[in-house]
């Protein structure tokens, strides 16, 4: 590949990330605002899985909102639940606000959507939307461990009292041995609330059709109603921080890179392998989960690793894979996820490596530069050792005791022999059997 070729390729990737990294700069453009007399209204969507990427765009548009003076913060729920962790921080962020919140369950508020909307000073639902089922799972959809459970029913309890709600309920949403078949709950069923039983409980502060009836219910009929969006980087981190996401981004790039090492030049597997490592921190870095240090780590590893090619040894090759693994720790936020998603990548690289070994070799890419193919062969006139096949047949007398290699004498020449196996004493008659380079095989001649 030119070097001509090269260049372009490398002014498409930077003119990419200049784009992305432009957009994350103006990540708190997005925003409708519907005039409206007096006060001000904020709405902010929680949608999809809770995860880090949502807890950064919450992160924005709260600060955006205390800082615009907003009268009332209204969050519009439908999320199907997510991460443990990325709900609690959600939930300290809505209790830390010192504006009056409401959480406005369009559809649902299931498992960690529960949790957050329990934050809210106020809760509406829309008709036929539902609230809990919040038992807690592992990634793989096996019930989490004991420990882990009993922290997040601790939570959830603490979720309601903060916001002076009957604590029992929050738990029978975690808890599926608390006996509630009164609310379509017995003993073995989460908890689950529609709007008519959320009201009866208390978990709900009345049923509306539409946005304009809950501002209406809420007194803010008259007010400015400001629509929080996120912003195209902030979409692309929530897609990019996806768990299943995660383990596909570096899976590509191992792939990408391991490919790259057969091809000649540098081409399409290579770009597609640093470009997907990129987005990884790219929407890392966004989603606030990664800093510079992550970034610094990673340009260590691949500079050592460059420096490989150049300087013999390999430690400096082993280095800079470590800092590269160590970089991607730095940027995720779970280690157990990261380590199964580095596992998935590992594997990916091990199955590619074997298939591209035994198809192309090591004979293309980058190994043509780095490993040596010249080799000494006879019909370029290199000769190891001269096989005497005119001795074949040949008898001669042991001038040593064969035990079993001594000296033969054949036609007044002493020769280096080897006998079949058995012991031959001196002056024997012996006779050339076979010829197999510098081996000359002897066997004893009976008389």
């Known amino acids: 590949m030119s070097v001509k070729r090269v260049s372009l390729y490398i002014v498409i990737i930077a003119a990419i990330f200049l784009t992305l990294f432009t957009f994350s700069d103006d990540i708190g453009a997005e925003t409708n605002a519907e005039q409206g007399g ?154 689950t609330l529609g709007p008519s039983d959320a009201l009866e409980v208390g978990y709900s502060d009345g049923t509306v059709n539409d946005r304009v009836e809950l501002l209406y219910q809420l007194g803010l009929s008259e007010a400015t109603v400001v629509e929080a969006e996120a912003s195209f980087a902030e979409e692309i981190a929530r897609f990019l921080t996806n768990p299943i996401v995660i383990p596909i981004l570096l899976s590509v790039a191992s792939l990408g890179l391991i490919v790259e090492l057969y091809s000649p030049g540098f081409g399409v597997p290579g770009i597609m392998g640093l470009v997907s490592l990129l987005l990884f921190f790219y929407g890392h870095i966004v989603a606030g989960l990664a800093g510079m240090e992550a970034i610094l780590l990673l340009l260590l590893g691949i500079g050592l690793i460059v420096a490989e090619l150049f300087v013999p040894g390999g430690i400096l090759g082993l280095l800079g894979i470590g800092a590269i693994i160590g970089s991607l720790f730095l940027a995720g936020y779970d280690l157990g996820h990261m380590s199964m998603s580095i ?105």
Do not use: C
Not at 132 to 161: C, F, H, P, V, Y
């Open 343 to 447: 596992g998935i990548a590992f594997l990916v690289t091990v199955v590619a490596a074997v298939i591209l070994f035994r198809r192309i070799g090591m004979d293309k890419g980058i190994f043509r530069h780095i490993i040596l193919k010249e080799r000494t062969m006879t019909e370029q006139g290199y000769v190891s050792s001269v096989n005497r096949l005119e001795l074949l047949g040949l008898e001669g007398v042991s001038v040593t005791p064969l035990r079993p290699s001594g000296i033969g004498l054949f036609d007044y020449e002493r020769i280096d022999v080897v006998s079949e196996g058995g012991f031959i004493d001196k002056d024997k008659m012996i006779k050339v059997v076979k010829v197999e380079g510098a081996r000359i095989v002897v066997r004893e001649i009976k008389l």
């Open 38 to 191: 007096g006060k001000t209204v904020y709405v902010i969507p929680i949608e999809r899985e809770v995860e880090r990427g949502l807890e950064a765009f919450l992160t924005r548009t709260t600060r955006e909102a205390v800082e615009a003076g907003a009268d009332h913060i209204i969050f519009e729920i439908d999320t199907p639940g997510g991460r443990v962790d990325s709900a609690g921080q959600i939930g300290s962020l809505i209790q830390s606000l010192n504006v009056p919140t409401t959480a406005y369950i369009v559809n649902e508020a299931l498992s960690a959507g529960s949790y957050i909307a329990l934050f809210s000073d106020t809760i509406y639902f829309k008709p036929h939307a539902t609230m809990g089922a919040s038992g807690i799972i592992n990634s793989d959809g096996t019930a989490a461990d004991e420990k882990a459970q009993s922290a997040w029913l601790a939570q959830m309890r603490s979720a309601a009292e903060s916001t002076g709600r009957d604590p029992l309920y929050a738990a029978a949403m975690a808890d599926n041995s608390i006996d509630l078949p009164e609310y379509g709950a017995p003993e073995g069923k989460f908890l």
